[in-house]
Structures are given as structure tokens and as C-alpha cells.
């Protein structure tokens, strides 16, 4: 199939450079003039995306080369209506293992999308001439444009001519330094964006600098001037009805858009429910979902609510079909720092001052269960500062171009639990099988 989808992917030199700040403002912008916009974001980041969807008030989504195929990423893309905002990881070429692999190149290159590079100005200036003459010539790009972080009004023509004048690249605009507008960082990333009060008054004031300071009009040529998406459809069949239960509050906010679009597709209707608040579990569910996200931030508030914990306890020992990833196997263990949870598997969590066995992993499973089968092996990411004291050996994660494994994962016939979240379109056997044991569960009952 073919489709022309108007698209612009934003990068960086590194994280920290203002990506997610210009993205956020840029997709508020298009869309008070009126565009149609979908946004994206390369990797398998989850934070940066409840940015995007803030800014926009529409589910942002993943695209991800290590995590599923090149089709799959142009399939994701063709959804777009009148322009697709695609929002880097790290910088520009940075991707697995000190390689470009699954970096935000390898998506413009792949999809033939052009680039922005946000450079961070602040404290450089001909040293700027330097950075971005090695970005063009690294190696061969689809950079069409710079936009300039930190700079002021009055000395932003001087940056632009001096670029301009040696570069062969076209200098778009600037951002100035906004301290109000700053977006804070923790453990595990940015502070998300249903945690920021003022989040609204931030995206609006972002939209309106980037209208005065940047050349919109020639960002949107950019934008336009691509050729068609060339792509063979991905078909995603109806399975059968069922009801999905899934967490979601400021405990347990990691997830992919696109997992519930997949279960969505297969016939199951996702109903929201929140451990923090909600005092039971949503009646008649035939499956239940607790991804990642804060547990540990919400422990004692996780821990107070008892008669939560009763409905979900009385709900697994009747074998609901169970995914539980990262925060979401933390709370069904024993405890977190201490703090009593669910303790529907055994094992207590316990958090660290360091990430652990953070990034990309192959996830091979040793044994028969819901959503794997024993020898089967799919990609997955892990991202958490936890450890738990239950030797889970169901699973054997590897770190891919490395030698490095390490053992971990519950699988039962009614559970998949720990810290790897998976991603449903690199397998869709995965949803299948959760559907239809959803079903089956349905009617047991």
C-alpha cells in the first residue's frame, strides 16, 4: 500500500536539549490552526508521551524498531490524518549499544521523514558551527532544518546568519529561555504530566512563543515535501467479546497506546480503575491489566486501600487472566519497602539507588503459560530502580549485542508478571492469547 502522510520528526544532540518542550508546544500550535495532528515517539519511552497527549487531548503513540518491524512502524504512521509530529530519543543517532540501531536516525531513515534538530544554544557560539556541521556530516541524514533552544530575540539573527552563511541547512526559528515553562525530572525520567498542576497554562505559553519565534510556514513545507509511506497492512483480526480492567491513575501510568488499541481491535472493552481510589475492582471483568509506572511514590495510599485489595485478591484467586508489568508486579507482590500490597505472588520489592538491567531485552520464556510458550522469545524493555527478593526463573532476559542474562518473570496459566513491558505488535499472538483466555474466564464464571 501506499499513502502520503505529512511528517516531521524532532531530535536533538541529547536528551535535555528541550525536545519534549518544543514537541508539546509544536503539537498544540498545528492543532489551533486547525491540523488534524498525530503524534509519536521513537522508543519505548512512556512519560514523554503523556506529554504529547496533554498537548493534544488524543492518545500519543510508540513507534520503536527494536520493539516491532519496519512495516509495523509505517503501519502506525499511516493512521495519520493531516500531519504526523514524531518526537526523538536521546540524540539523533544514538541507539542500541553505542549504535544507531532503533535511534531516532534509524526512523527517519526508514520512514524517509525529514528532521529538525533542536540544538541547546545556551553558553556556545561559534562552537555551534562545530556540533552541527558534525551532525549533518556524521553520516547521510534527513536533517532539513535547526531550531535554536536559549537564545534571545536580539541575538537570534546573529546565530541564524552565522549558520546559515556556512551550513548548508536552514535555521527555522528559536525558543527563549523560559524558566516557568521548565518540565522537572526524577528517578525514572520527566514528572508526569497528570502530576503538573500548571501543565495547561505550560503547553499554552510554549504554543504561543513558538508562533511568534519559529518559521512555521517553512516547517510545514518540510513536512509536505515527502514522498508516500509504502507499507503492507497490518491486519488485526476480531477474536471475540470480552471486558479488560485496566490501572491507571498516577501509580500505574506506563503503558502503550497501541497495547489497547490491539486488545480494542480484538473485541475487548477496557474499563479503568484505579488502586489509589477506587474502593473495588469494576464488576464482571474477564481480565485485568496493572502496568508500570509509581507504586513506590503511592505505597502507603496503596497500602490503606484494603477493601481494593480484597476485590483484587478474591478476582486472581479465581484465576483471572493477570498481566501484571514492572509497577504493577511490584504491587501484586508481598511489599514495597516494606509497605504491605496485594501479595498475590510471593516476594517483596525493594527500591535501589540505580537503575537495574535498564533497557532493551530479549525475553525468552522456559515454560508454557498464558501469553508465551516455552522457547518462544519476544523483544521487551525494562525500566525500574526495584529488586525482588523471589528467584522467578520462568523467563530468561538478554540484553541484545551483549552477553549479559539474567533470570526473572512469573508465568502461569493465568499470569504473566515482571519488570519487562512487552509490546503487543511485536507479537500479536501475545494479545490473542489474552483475549481468548479473557473469554474463556467469561465463561467459566
Known amino acids: 500500500m501506499k499513502k502520503k502522510v505529512n511528517r516531521i520528526l524532532i531530535s536533538a544532540f541529547g536528551s535535555g536539549s528541550g525536545k519534549t518542550t518544543f514537541t508539546m508546544g509544536l503539537l498544540r500550535l498545528l492543532q489551533k490552526k486547525g491540523l488534524k495532528v498525530s503524534s509519536y515517539k521513537c522508543g519505548p519511552d512512556y512519560i514523554d508521551t503523556m506529554f504529547h497527549t496533554k498537548a493534544l487531548n488524543i492518545p500519543a503513540r510508540n513507534i520503536d524498531l527494536f520493539l516491532s518491524s519496519e512495516n509495523t512502524v509505517k503501519n502506525i504512521l499511516s493512521d495519520t490524518e493531516d500531519i504526523a509530529v514524531i518526537e526523538g530519543v536521546m540524540g539523533f543517532y544514538d541507539g542500541i549499544a553505542f549504535t544507531s540501531d532503533a535511534s531516532a536516525y534509524n526512523i527517519s531513515m526508514v520512514t524517509d521523514t525529514p528532521v529538525i534538530i533542536i540544538v541547546d544554544a545556551k553558553g556556545k557560539s561559534a562552537t555551534l558551527k562545530?556540533?552541527?556541521?558534525?551532525?549533518?556530516?556524521?553520516?547521510?541524514?534527513?536533517?532539513?532544518?535547526?531550531?535554536?533552544?536559549?537564545?534571545?530575540?536580539?541575538?537570534?539573527?546573529?546565530?541564524?546568519?552565522?549558520?546559515?552563511?556556512?551550513?548548508?541547512?536552514?535555521?527555522?526559528?528559536?525558543?527563549?529561555?523560559?524558566?516557568?515553562?521548565?518540565?522537572?525530572?526524577?528517578?525514572?525520567?520527566?514528572?508526569?504530566?497528570?502530576?503538573?498542576?500548571?501543565?495547561?497554562?505550560?503547553?499554552?505559553?510554549?504554543?504561543?512563543?513558538?508562533?511568534?519565534?519559529?518559521?512555521?510556514?517553512?516547517?510545514?513545507?518540510?513536512?509536505?515535501?515527502?514522498?508516500?509511506?509504502?507499507?503492507?497492512?497490518?491486519e488485526i483480526n476480531l477474536i471475540g467479546k470480552c471486558i479488560i480492567g485496566v490501572a491507571k491513575d498516577n501509580a500505574f501510568c506506563f503503558y502503550y497506546a497501541d497495547n489497547l488499541k490491539v486488545l480494542e481491535k480484538m473485541g475487548a472493552e477496557i474499563i479503568y480503575f484505579s488502586p489509589l481510589s477506587d474502593k473495588e475492582l469494576p464488576k464482571n471483568l474477564d481480565g485485568l491489566i496493572f502496568y508500570g509506572g509509581y507504586p513506590e511514590l503511592y505505597a502507603e495510599q496503596l497500602r490503606a486501600n484494603k477493601s481494593f485489595i480484597s476485590s483484587l485478591q478474591k478476582a486472581y484467586y479465581n484465576k483471572i487472566p493477570l498481566i501484571a508489568e514492572c509497577g504493577g508486579f511490584m504491587y501484586i507482590s508481598q511489599s514495597i519497602d516494606n509497605f504491605e500490597m496485594a501479595s498475590l505472588i510471593k516476594g517483596s520489592c525493594k527500591m535501589t539507588t540505580k537503575l537495574q538491567n535498564f533497557g532493551y531485552v530479549n525475553v525468552f520464556a522456559n515454560k508454557d503459560s498464558m501469553l508465551l510458550k516455552k522457547g518462544e522469545n519476544v523483544p521487551a524493555h525494562e525500566f525500574h530502580y526495584s529488586i525482588i527478593d523471589e528467584d522467578y526463573n520462568d523467563c530468561i532476559m538478554r540484553k541484545p549485542k551483549s552477553s549479559r542474562s539474567w533470570q526473572g518473570v512469573l508465568l502461569l496459566d493465568h499470569v504473566y508478571a515482571g519488570y519487562p513491558h512487552l509490546y503487543f505488535l511485536s507479537n500479536l499472538k501475545l494479545a490473542e492469547r489474552f483475549i481468548i483466555k479473557a473469554i474463556h474466564f467469561n465463561r467459566a464464571l
Open 130 to 234: 562545530a556540533l552541527i556541521s558534525g551532525m549533518l556530516n556524521y553520516k547521510k541524514n534527513n536533517i532539513k532544518g535547526i531550531i535554536l533552544n536559549r537564545v534571545t530575540k536580539s541575538s537570534y539573527p546573529v546565530y541564524k546568519n552565522m549558520i546559515e552563511s556556512e551550513l548548508n541547512v536552514q535555521v527555522l526559528g528559536y525558543i527563549p529561555e523560559m524558566a516557568d515553562c521548565t518540565l522537572k525530572s526524577r528517578h525514572l525520567g520527566l514528572i508526569t504530566a497528570d502530576e503538573m498542576a500548571d501543565i495547561e497554562n505550560i503547553i499554552e505559553k510554549i504554543a504561543c512563543q513558538l508562533e511568534i519565534s519559529i518559521d512555521l510556514d517553512n516547517l510545514l513545507k518540510i513536512a509536505e515535501n515527502t514522498p508516500d509511506l509504502e507499507y503492507d497492512k497490518q
